[in-house]
């Protein structure tokens, strides 16, 4: 068994996840990723081990399934793999206003995107606080400290949970040296756009306002690293949260009602 650390990450088949996976990999650490897509996850894996000598764990899973995060951890354990940092990255975008969509369908993303991050966050920090030492981001988003949006009822919604978990969290687990921390990327090149079909329309949202995955990977490790309960990577986005505690509910609401339309679908 190896005795570097191991950091679970949830979505780390592309996008942020992946790139968090190399940012702790080219720290030392052993990586456990989940996510539907098994290919691109070896391919991942592969490449951290010819890069940084690592060694990947790969659990293909459907976090959308019932009793997912009990199987997930129950694979874990009869690989006798210990769990020093946890990634709560999976997650996807649901287009359309509220009621264009049935409930199930916006069940499914409360379980995906707030249930099994509280779940997984339950599983394991137990043990991290039991031996002293543990990470954990939890992926929210700048949409979780702006007014909510048009479209995509539930996201920031969502993210402002994680935001309120993970500061609540920090407090409680700091005196036995587990760091929490949310990372509040706002608009990051990834895949996220293309799967919730929203590609062509922040394509038209200027350069200023992106940052590389990579770049919001780094800030964030070191930002857990530096035990940030909340930690917004670039100045821009920093400025924008900034602006929106700072300007009036009403003024706010109607900025976002404009920004909505040119960056929602639906």
């Known amino acids: 068994m190896s005795n570097r650390r191991t950091c679970l990450v949830t979505g780390a088949s592309a996008g942020i996840g992946a790139a968090l996976a190399r940012e702790y990999a080219a720290r030392g650490w052993d990586i456990a990723m989940t996510a539907r897509r098994e290919e691109p996850m070896i391919e991942l894996a592969q490449e951290l ?85 543990g990470r954990i981001i939890n992926v929210a988003s700048l949409a979780g400290h702006i007014p909510g949006s048009r479209g995509h009822t539930l996201y920031g919604a969502v993210k402002s949970f994680l935001i309120k978990f993970s500061q609540s969290l920090n407090l409680e687990l700091d005196p036995y040296g587990v760091h929490v921390s949310a990372l509040c990327p706002g608009f990051t090149y990834s895949e996220f756009h293309d799967v919730n079909g929203t590609r062509s329309s922040v394509s038209q949202t200027p350069d200023f306002l992106w940052m590389e995955a990579d770049e919001c990977a780094q800030q964030g490790v070191e930002a857990c690293e530096m035990n940030r309960a909340v930690f917004i990577p670039g100045r821009v986005n920093k400025s924008i949260a900034v602006l929106a505690r700072l300007l009036p509910e009403r003024m706010a609401m109607s900025l976002m009602a404009k920004n909505s339309e040119k960056i929602r679908k639906g």
């Not at 000598?53 to 959308?64: A, E, K, N, Q, V």
């Open 49 to 133: 081990k010819k890069d940084f000598g690592i060694t990947s764990h790969i659990f293909p899973l459907d976090l959308f399934e019932p009793g997912a995060v009990d199987d997930l951890m129950s694979r874990i354990k009869k690989k006798k793999i210990r769990i020093d940092g946890l990634v709560n990255n999976a997650g996807y975008g649901h287009p359309g206003s509220y009621l264009d969509s049935s409930w199930e369908d916006h069940a499914k993303f409360i379980q995906l995107m707030l249930s099994v991050p509280c779940e997984l966050a339950h599983a394991v920090s137990g043990q991290m606080k039991e031996q002293g030492f």
